[in-house]
């Protein structure tokens, strides 16, 4: 059974009844955790499966982190969960879903890259948050603006986010998702884009892509 609540998310495994031993000499050892947020590394959820991964190391594996992986049964859904847990974790919270923004200030059709096979949507700008919505299972994505390091472009036709999400090929580092965009990215678009992220860091900005250019020259 998995819990969530104020204090954080916990564990304990239930055996069904149909499965118990009759008369058995000890009772059977049932696994059982829980964790504060504080202690939590990282919280991956998706409408079907909720992955924690926790700052104690795995035995025999190189100091590889724990991880907790909860599936759910069809026509089951952690939706709640997110919507309890996007206000308690910072970006050590990673949302594999699209949550509809009401005030979208611009979205473009895309295709997302992968190592193997990648997935096409829309991608939305909205004034405090970055959504991803696509069909494919588990590759959409919400992100709160404090949830990216960078955002970059190296043309009109291409998007780059840099997120604090755990890449799995570079163990350890931030998560890249590039984006092939369908439409061209009008330049004051990403500039502006540019200017909200980097808002909550303060930073001071130069007026325009020209003149940061100018000055590393």
């Given at each position: 059974?998995?819990?969530?609540?104020?204090?954080?998310?916990?564990?304990?495994?239930?055996?069904?009844?149909?499965?118990r031993k009759k008369n058995a000499k000890k009772p059977p050892k049932l696994e059982s955790?829980?964790?504060?947020?504080?202690?939590?590394?990282?919280?991956?959820?998706?409408?079907?499966?909720?992955?924690?991964?926790?700052?104690?190391?795995?035995?025999?594996?190189?100091?590889?982190?724990?991880?907790?992986?909860?599936l759910l049964p069809k026509g089951k859904s952690f939706e709640d969960a997110y919507a309890?847990?996007?206000?308690?974790?910072?970006?050590?919270?990673?949302?594999?879903?699209?949550?509809?923004q009401p005030n979208v200030v611009w979205e473009l059709p895309v295709k997302l890259l992968?190592?193997?096979?990648?997935?096409?949507?829309?991608?939305?700008?909205?004034?405090?948050?970055?959504?991803?919505?696509?069909?494919?299972?588990?590759?959409?994505?919400?992100?709160?603006?404090?949830?990216?390091?960078?955002?970059?472009?190296?043309?009109?036709?291409?998007?780059?986010?840099?997120?604090?999400?755990?890449?799995?090929?570079?163990?350890?580092?931030?998560?890249?998702?590039?984006?092939?965009?369908?439409?061209?990215?009008?330049?004051?678009?990403?500039?502006?884009?540019?200017?909200?992220?980097?808002?909550?860091?303060?930073?001071?900005?130069?007026?325009?892509?020209?003149?940061?250019?100018?000055?590393?020259?």
């Amino acid at each position: 059974m998995l819990t969530i609540n104020d204090q954080g998310v916990g564990y304990q495994q239930v055996i069904p009844e149909g499965k118990r031993k009759k008369n058995a000499k000890k009772p059977p050892k049932l696994e059982s955790v829980q964790f504060d947020y504080q202690d939590i590394q990282e919280l991956w959820v998706s409408p079907d499966k909720l992955v924690l991964v926790a700052y104690k190391d795995r035995k025999w594996l190189l100091g590889i982190d724990k991880e907790f992986e909860f599936l759910l049964p069809k026509g089951k859904s952690f939706e709640d969960a997110y919507a309890m847990l996007k206000d308690k974790l910072d970006r050590r919270f990673v949302a594999a879903m699209a949550d509809p923004q009401p005030n979208v200030v611009w979205e473009l059709p895309v295709k997302l890259l992968g190592t193997i096979k990648g997935s096409e949507g829309i991608l939305q700008v909205g004034p405090d948050r970055i959504v991803y919505k696509t069909d494919r299972s588990r590759q959409s994505r919400t992100w709160r603006y404090q949830d990216i390091e960078n955002v970059s472009t190296s043309d009109r036709y291409q998007l780059t986010l840099t997120t604090y999400e755990r890449a799995k090929t570079h163990y350890g580092s931030m998560k890249g998702f590039n984006f092939q965009l369908k439409r061209p990215l009008d330049e004051k678009r990403f500039e502006a884009l540019w200017r909200r992220l980097n808002q909550d860091k303060g930073l001071q900005f130069l007026t325009s892509i020209e003149e940061r250019n100018q000055t590393a020259k």
